[in-house]
């Protein structure tokens, strides 16, 4: 049933871009990722995007790591609000672009995400750059994976930024408990992928009344040109979402938010690597938001057994909001001033 | 005034529901039931899948299982590849390499002789 619907809401979604299309007027043509860039390697699904910097900006190079549950232009969704447009002025910027990982990736593990892909995405920037190590920054499930990594290789990585990134699933919310009683047998033995729309269905679920909220702000703002050019934004990436690969999934949810290896040291790659906190060097700087309700502050702490520098901001806002809301500039200012000292 | 009721209302209203939305989406007794709900849906998908690949085998036609499987293999295929092009791209980045390191003890050779060829000219001009 699960399956059929995936087709059934795939012809929805069709239907309700035409109509959305129709009136959005303008702010059809409105693009996804406002900063312009170049796609400088593909690896499958996966693509390293490199953005414009103007003339005579250099310095370590920037790699940022998204989270794999939705589309990277969150950090890039409009001119106001884009931390990438921020980073490409001061520093060569990078990003990986998970793409639409589908069934023909089901059979990949997390490791593939968080170890190989990001070490592919490094080697060529060091190969163009001439150097040996970069500035990594990651985003909510971008920063688990960029921290994973930053344990693996740290001759690699020389600073590390982790944007809402959970690293301790001790007690980790609501989300934590969905996890705790998702079916994740079951869903191993019949799909071969945690379908996009199925994802963004569970996070709209534990906010209920957020539909009925953001509607009621519609209703409030909608004269302000700024808000919707910025609402019409969110919500088509709010509509864009992304599936997650089956034996990831799997991964996600048994090693991290079940039995929480990383914050452990006991998360071990399909190459049998261990991913060892205590290995790591990389600066790093924790940067959280206080109403964090996907990764709540306790989250975002680093295992006792890290012993690599540590600093930590936090911002007051939402999980998102740290990226688009009214203090997302204050976010994006503290990692641009721990990236360049 | 009606204004004013309605809005006042409508407050409530949304007080109401989100304490009882967010105290029911968080109940765990719920969670649980919801779980098991869609694990049995989950193990109906399975079941009917299988059913499905034997009609079609039966038939002889490739079910959708072996075509995911097939991309699968296609994506290690590719992989590999990846792979293979960048051992082959460290192997010619260190080829390149290896003149400038041999041509650095030549030169060195060349610089510990010049004070012996120095003493060798000045003796010969006595």
Redesign the interface.
């Known amino acids: 049933?699960?399956?059929n619907m995936d087709t059934l809401v795939q012809h929805l979604d069709a239907i309700t871009e035409h109509v959305m299309r129709k009136t959005a007027g303008e702010l059809d043509t409105y693009p996804r990722g406002v900063t312009p860039r170049e796609e400088v390697y593909t690896?499958?699904n996966v693509s390293l995007l490199r953005f414009k910097s103007p003339e005579g900006v250099t310095g370590t190079p920037l790699l940022i790591i998204p989270s794999l549950i939705n589309r990277w232009y969150i950090l890039d969704v409009t001119e106001e609000t884009s931390f990438i447009r921020e980073f490409a002025q001061q520093r060569p910027t990078y990003l990986i672009d998970w793409g639409y990982p589908d069934?023909?990736?089901?059979?990949?593990p997390l490791s593939h995400y968080y170890h190989r892909s990001i070490k592919?995405a490094i080697?060529q920037i060091c190969?163009e750059h001439g150097i040996k190590s970069v500035d990594l920054l990651g985003y909510c499930i971008g920063g688990t994976m960029a921290y994973a990594f930053s344990c693996l290789e740290p001759d690699l990585v020389d600073h590390l930024v982790l944007l809402t990134a959970p690293i301790d699933f001790k007690d980790a919310g609501?989300f934590a408990?969905?996890a705790e009683?998702?079916?994740i047998e079951?869903?191993s033995?019949?799909?071969?992928k945690m379908p996009g729309w199925l994802l963004a269905f569970s996070f709209q679920?534990?906010q209920?009344?957020g539909v009925?909220?953001k509607a009621?702000m519609f209703h409030d703002k909608f004269e302000s040109k700024s808000f919707i050019k910025l609402y019409n934004a969110m919500e088509r990436w709010i509509a864009d979402p992304v599936s997650f690969p089956a034996k990831a999934y799997y991964e996600l949810i048994t090693d991290l938010y079940k039995k929480n290896l990383l914050a452990q040291g006991r998360l071990m790659t399909a190459e049998g690597r261990q991913v060892d906190p205590s290995a790591r060097r990389a600066k790093t700087l924790i940067l959280n938001a206080g109403k964090d309700h996907i990764a709540p502050l306790h989250t975002t702490a680093l295992p006792a057994s890290d012993k690599a520098p540590v600093s930590e901001v936090t911002i007051p806002s939402g999980h998102i909001g740290i990226t688009t809301g009214r203090n997302s500039k204050d976010a994006c200012r503290s990692a641009i001033d721990f990236l360049m000292n | 005034m009606g204004e004013d009721i309605m809005k006042q209302w409508a407050e409530n209203w949304?007080k109401l529901?989100?304490d009882h939305?967010?105290k029911?989406?968080?109940n765990?007794k719920f969670?649980?039931e919801?779980?098991?709900s869609?694990?049995a849906?989950?193990?109906?998908?399975?079941f009917y899948?299988k059913a499905l690949d034997e009609q079609m085998a039966a038939m002889n036609l490739p079910s959708r299982t072996e075509i995911?499987k097939i991309?699968?293999k296609?994506?290690d295929i590719?992989?590999r590849l990846?792979d293979l092009t960048?051992r082959f791209?460290d192997y010619v980045?260190a080829q390149q390499a290896k003149p400038a390191v041999k041509a650095a003890p030549a030169a060195e050779k060349q610089e510990a002789a010049a004070p012996a060829r120095d003493a060798k000219a000045r003796k010969q001009k006595k």
């Not at chain 1, 069934?103 to 990949?108: A, K, Q």
């Not at chain 1, 033995?189 to 071969?192: P, V």
């Not at chain 2, 849906?41 to 399975?46: I, S, V």
């Open positions: 049933m699960i399956g690896a499958g069934e023909e990736v089901g059979h990949l592919r080697r190969r609501i408990t969905y009683h998702f079916p079951e869903f033995a019949s799909m071969g679920f534990v209920p009344m009925y909220q009621k | 949304e529901m989100g939305l967010e029911l989406v968080h765990e969670i649980s919801m779980s098991k869609i694990a849906t989950m193990t109906g998908k399975a899948s995911v991309l699968q296609l994506t590719e992989e990846i960048e791209e980045d």
